[in-house]
């Protein structure tokens, strides 16, 4: 099919690159010239795991282009909407002005009978208002959410663990989208992938309440760690035991610095604050406490910090390993680790920092920071150690491995991801989150 994905942010520029991997002819409209520079020599603008194969095949097939001119997408059967919904400045609520910005831009090339997609994280209600503004043109409006996991985006989006349509109410029109969207994911559906076909306002609410629900899961063993830490019970274990009751579950349920992203915090934020508008807001009262529990574990690391440096962080020197918000991404936004790294630097602390993927992005936002090329090169001379992104090459960091380059064998886990008990018998004193 012909495609057309408005928006090549993280979400459109894989969006694009996977459809074009499945056959069709994808056009990536941005109004970013650099970025859509990038894309078109088939490089990726941020770090995503084989993303950049991806890119580049499509590239040179000649089945993915990029273009900053939305009259490239005239023609498309099929219309994705996926830019950003960031968070308005001095609310807490979606802001829907660059969704509102592509659907209005791409109104002069619809043709009768396209099909808009919107895939954006949008407050509910917003299907249904812009459908009115595509109707004019012919073109029927639909609602596809996406379900992306930064680290695992390709993966997720040529084969996704569920597929979700939002379908308008007119039987004639749904029908047309139905047919429409089981072409484009004909391949994920012909190996099994769930669909549930629904209306707007579910498929508007599936993103939402997955994240609120997988941000309270984070949260409440979060809050389990600081019960844990004045009962001396060890909350990694209490997730094990409790992770077998197979209503509950052991994923996500891991301890530490709590959540970030661009998606998990703003989207909980907006949930509630679309709640609100529409009078129901005390049914999602406790995603205030949700987030107000996880932007304070930020803090407790920073305190367990200066509590193992004698009470005061200053001239203290401290190796923080991690910036981006999870591994397998550079991706800094609201990220704890990023956010540790500069409280400590507030305090005096002489920080010295490094992640694999991430540094430049960190120093755009943070400049006053002191960056490393290598983990070891962080922690040379250090008085303390701080991990707070999970990487792989940081899990695999050993106490006889660092202990030379130190200047005190002090270490925060703040991910609780390190083998408290090997660090400690090696003679490191070991500080974890809800643990003893």
């Not at 109004?31 to 603008?45: F, H, M, N, T, Y």
């Not at 950049?52 to 089945?63: D, H, Q, T």
């Not at 968070?87 to 099909?115: E, F, H, N």
Request: charged share 20%; hydrophobic share 50%; with cysteine.
């Amino acid at each position: 099919m012909k495609l057309s994905v408005i928006g090549c942010g993280y979400l459109g520029a894989v969006h694009a690159a996977a459809m074009a991997s499945l056959g069709h002819d994808v056009v990536g409209i941005d109004v970013d010239q650099a970025k859509i520079e990038a894309l078109s020599a088939g490089r990726a603008p941020f770090f995503e795991p084989g993303l950049p194969e991806l890119l580049l095949a499509g590239v040179e097939s000649g089945r993915l282009r990029f273009s900053t001119d939305t009259a490239d997408a005239a023609g498309a059967a099929v219309h994705f909407i996926a830019v950003g919904t960031p968070q308005k400045a001095g609310s807490t609520a979606a802001d829907l002005r660059y969704v509102d910005a592509a659907v209005d831009g791409l109104l002069p090339y619809l043709s009768v009978g396209d099909i808009v997609v919107g895939k954006s994280t949008v407050p509910v209600g917003t299907a249904e208002r812009l459908a009115e503004i595509v109707a004019p043109t012919g073109a029927i409006l639909a609602w596809n959410p996406e379900f992306l996991r930064e680290g695992f985006a390709v993966q997720d989006t040529v084969a996704p663990d569920r597929l979700v349509y939002g379908l308008p109410p007119a039987a004639a029109d749904a029908e047309a989208v139905r047919t429409a969207l089981d072409e484009v994911y004909a391949a994920a559906l012909t190996t099994g992938t769930p669909l549930v076909a629904t209306g707007f306002a579910t498929a508007e609410l599936v993103k939402v309440a997955a994240n609120a629900f997988l941000a309270t899961k984070i949260s409440f063993i979060n809050a389990m760690a600081e019960i844990s830490e004045v009962t001396g019970a060890d909350v990694t274990e209490l997730a094990d035991a409790i992770g077998y009751d197979a209503r509950i579950g052991r994923r996500f349920l891991n301890a530490g610095v709590g959540f970030g992203g661009g998606c998990l915090p703003k989207d909980i934020r907006a949930f509630a604050a679309r709640a609100e508008e529409l009078g129901r807001g005390e049914s999602v009262a406790f995603l205030k406490e949700v987030d107000s529990i996880n932007l304070r574990r930020r803090q407790r690391v920073v305190d367990i910090a200066v509590e193992e440096l004698g009470g005061s962080a200053y001239q203290k020197r401290v190796a923080v390993l991690g910036l981006a918000f999870k591994p397998d991404s550079d991706d800094v936004r609201d990220s704890p680790a990023l956010d540790v790294a500069v409280l400590l630097n507030g305090l005096g602390a002489r920080v010295l920092a490094y992640d694999p993927e991430a540094n430049a992005n960190a120093k755009r936002l943070h400049p006053q920071l002191h960056f490393a090329a290598s983990a070891e090169e962080a922690v040379a001379d250090a008085d303390l150690v701080v991990v707070v992104t999970e990487w792989k090459e940081f899990r695999a960091l050993t106490p006889e491995q660092l202990a030379p380059l130190v200047a005190a064998k002090v270490i925060v886990d703040g991910r609780n991801c390190l083998d408290a008990t090997a660090w400690r018998e090696a003679g490191w004193t070991y500080r974890g989150l809800g643990r003893p």
